[in-house]
């Protein structure tokens, strides 16, 4: 089954710079949680145009790659939007790599193609270091090599990470229709506490607060403690957030009460178990909007309803993009309500990698994105897994999600991950993972026990037997990358530190 959303933007980024310092000149672009930190657009427009100068005279030129590698979330944006206004690509680098290290990763930014490298600034803009001397080869991102764009890897957590190109046509167009349907306007102020250098902060915080003139607050990471409070004080209107946090946010602790200024909590970037969500809206009286995408669509693929028409466990509709779900390995065979792969193409969609062989993903000018699903009749997307994740236990498929999102309707359990690990007997069997709430090496174990104990006799009166975890591990913190997505990899392959196991018979 296939459906679609139709193109809503076309511009620049220099444009639409240029159209908000002079519609919203006074009106705050940026700001930052922690220091008080507030970036009119007349100013986002001069300390970008700062950073343009700079980059001149470090004979940057348009459709050169530069890597950013800043940990101030505000001088990050900056650098971002200053980059993508002169044409440059720009290659976002985890900061962190900086803060241990001394400097940029610079390997990861040769790699990339990048010609100079960026992870501090002063008071006149970035701190430039020159890496080599070759430009962008114009083939590798086709007709949009002087639009520039971003970057990027995949998060790698499922396998060899992808590189890829995304245009600033792309980055606009999802951004406009990201914008559009949460129905952003010039009195909202959303707030992001996840990564920049991944394609959702960028996107979904950045780009779409520009298009929309409204205002953005950018946090380093996600604090817990006081968390409501903030939200308070800067008058937040909707959050930017992952699973990992959602689930975090209840309960509520002694004292605090969520403001009522802010009408909805986006969640990306993993899949949300139908349980935390249920259980957020309870204690929140927030609205969860559950949506579905990847970086090669430049961030948003699905989108559930702002107000009615949600449904529980769907990621939502389509939006700005086409999608299908093809029921056989090879062709274009769909159906309504079979489970198949999804497929997508559209404005926001790449044509292709940089990196080679992964040529097989592309078929007709559609994308297969490596996950399994279906659309039922309404045109809702329900998505059951990864197709490197499924489990065949003796030549039956088990879709770790479903056992998955059964854990999660314990609550105490915060996070629950189920990975295949090899079997003499059945090729497979499922594995689970826990990460508890209020749980860390220094508790008792007997309170770890008791809950391990509810959740095997939840899945013995759930799930079949032969479709059960054969154990269940607790962990202090499940592995994850910097944007809350699961590194199953590790899980599967590596030697995990747990601080309880419990066998299931």
């Known amino acids: 089954m296939s459906v679609s959303s139709p193109l809503v933007f076309s511009g620049s980024i220099a444009e639409l710079v240029r159209e908000g310092a002079r519609r919203r000149s006074t009106a705050p672009a940026l700001m930052g949680a922690r220091d008080g930190r507030v970036l ?60 241990t290290r001394g400097g940029v990763d610079s390997e990861a930014a040769l790699r990339l193609g990048a010609v100079a490298s960026i992870s501090e600034t002063d008071a006149d803009g970035p701190v430039i270091h020159p890496l080599h001397s070759r430009t962008l080869v114009e083939t590798s991102v086709g007709a949009e090599v002087f639009d520039g764009g971003v970057i990027l890897a995949s998060s790698g957590t499922t396998g060899t990470p992808k590189i890829m190109a995304l245009g600033q046509r792309r980055l606009l167009h999802a951004a406009t229709t990201i914008a559009s349907h949460h129905e952003l306007s010039v009195n909202d102020r959303g707030f992001n506490p996840l990564p920049l250098f991944h394609i959702n902060a960028m996107v979904v915080g950045v780009l779409s607060t520009l298009v929309s003139g409204s205002s953005l607050v950018l946090d380093d990471r996600f604090h817990r403690t006081r968390f409501w409070p903030l939200m308070d004080e800067l008058e937040v209107t909707w959050i930017n957030a992952v699973p990992a946090i959602i689930s975090r946010l209840v309960p509520l602790r002694e004292g605090e009460a969520v403001p009522a200024r802010v009408r909805f909590c986006r969640s990306a970037s993993a899949p949300l178990a139908p349980a935390v969500l249920e259980r957020f809206e309870a204690v929140t009286g927030v609205t969860v909007v559950e949506t579905y995408g990847m970086t090669e669509a430049a961030s948003q693929i699905c989108a559930n309803p702002l107000r009615e028409g949600r449904k529980l466990g769907s990621v939502g509709v389509p939006v700005g993009v086409e999608l299908r779900v093809s029921t056989v390995d090879e062709g274009t065979g769909d159906a309504a309500n079979e489970v ?63 056992i998955e999102e059964l854990i999660l ?63 269940i591990h607790v962990m202090a913190s499940i592995p994850a990358n910097p944007n809350g997505k699961v590194r199953r990899a590790t899980l599967r392959y590596g030697s995990p530190t747990v601080l309880y196991s419990r066998e299931m018979a």
């Open 340 to 402: 198949g792969h999804i497929e997508i193409r559209g404005p926001s969609v790449i044509a292709s990698y940089e990196s080679p062989g992964f040529e097989n993903r592309f078929r007709g000018g559609w994308l297969r994105t490596g996950d399994l699903g279906y659309v039922d009749d309404d045109g809702y997307v329900f998505l059951v897994g990864r197709s490197d994740d499924v489990i065949n236990r003796g030549g039956e498929k088990i879709y770790p999600r479903e």
């Open 40 to 99: 009119t657009y007349a100013e986002l427009q001069q300390r970008s145009a700062d950073w343009l100068d700079r980059l001149r005279e470090a004979r940057v030129a348009r459709a050169n790659r530069v890597a950013l590698s800043i940990a101030d979330p505000l001088d990050f944006a900056i650098g971002l939007v200053a980059c993508l206004r002169e044409g440059l690509w720009v290659v976002p680098l985890d900061s962190t790599f900086a803060a």
């Open 409 to 471: 309707t314990h609550e105490a359990v915060s996070r629950a991950v189920v990975v295949g690990r090899p079997d003499e007997v059945f090729g497979q069997v499922p594995v689970a993972f826990l990460d508890l709430t209020d749980v860390d090496e220094s508790t008792d174990v007997g309170v770890v026990a008791k809950i391990v104990q509810q959740v095997c006799d939840l899945l013995d009166a759930r799930v079949a037997r032969q479709r059960r975890p054969a154990s």
